[in-house]
């Protein structure tokens, strides 16, 4: 079963989204998570992580601050907060099973959501 994420859309810079992941798969609430993204052209670049139990969390320095993950396992869905969008935060955004280390080392499940910065 893929993951399906949602709540991509076109925002101005300075502007906020939340994306979802909904994931069926297998211990959900037993495995780390991670949102990953890719820019056109660009290699997958990891984003942030969430522990097994959603106590811990994890960012790329590039959206420290501005990005926010939680994971709920009683709904097996995935979350990430984004305020204060810059341009560079477009990408196709994808979530998957994992922490940092290994988040990129495999092509992403499900067909991403897209995101779009941009005035």
């Known amino acids: 079963v893929r993951p399906v994420e949602s709540g991509g859309g076109l925002v101005q810079p300075g502007g906020s989204l939340t994306l979802s992941c909904a994931d069926s798969?297998?211990?959900?609430?037993?495995?780390?998570m991670s949102w990953v993204r890719q820019a056109p052209e660009k290699a997958l670049e990891w984003v942030a992580s969430?522990?097994?139990?959603?106590?811990?969390?994890d960012y790329a320095d590039s959206v420290k601050g501005r990005f926010t993950m939680s994971k709920d396992n009683a709904e097996n869905t995935l979350y990430l907060q984004m305020i204060s969008l810059k341009p560079e935060d477009s990408a196709v955004y994808y979530c998957?099973?994992?922490?940092?280390?290994?988040?990129?080392?495999?092509?992403?499940r499900g067909q991403g959501t897209q995101v779009i910065v941009s005035s």
């Open positions: 998957v099973a994992g922490d940092r280390f290994i988040a990129t080392k495999s092509p992403p």
């Open positions: 969430v522990s097994p139990g959603g106590d811990t969390t």
């Open positions: 798969g297998f211990a959900f609430s037993s495995r780390h």
